[in-house]
């Protein structure tokens, strides 16, 4: 069984900073794609940054420049370093991650519990 641990987030003034990390855990697996995505309300979860399996990154535009995502491969973390937040920003943020399991063999998708990110004016 694979879990995605996240931590992080909170509440934090427009033109702040604040710092997500994501985890996973388990045994027996490899990492192919992981990143963040994330859902304010009334609206979708879209994507916010990933590591493709080739290792590239993959940002929204709406965060380029200002979000940067970093991954730490021995440890099956990444982490999400957010500056110049805006309140537009605010949302839940969430961790996913493609999986490799070898016993028995499976390939998903896994999904953190979430973590609320709050940008104030």
Not at 26 to 42: D, K, L
Not at 90 to 98: E, F, G, K, L, P
């Amino acid at each position: 069984q694979v879990q995605l641990v996240e931590s992080g987030g909170g509440l934090v003034q427009a033109g702040g900073s604040l710092r997500l990390s994501c985890a996973a855990s388990g045994s027996e697996f490899s990492v192919n794609t992981m990143g963040w995505y994330r859902q304010a309300p009334g609206k979708q979860r879209e994507l916010v940054a990933l590591f493709t399996s080739g290792g590239s990154t993959n940002y929204a535009d709406s965060v380029k420049g200002r979000f940067t995502i970093s991954r730490d491969n021995a440890k099956n973390t990444v982490h999400l370093q957010m500056n110049s937040l805006k309140p537009e920003d605010t949302a839940v943020y969430y961790c996913n991650a493609q999986i490799v399991v070898f016993q028995p063999w499976s390939i998903r998708g896994y999904w953190g519990q979430g973590t609320q990110v709050t940008v104030s004016s």
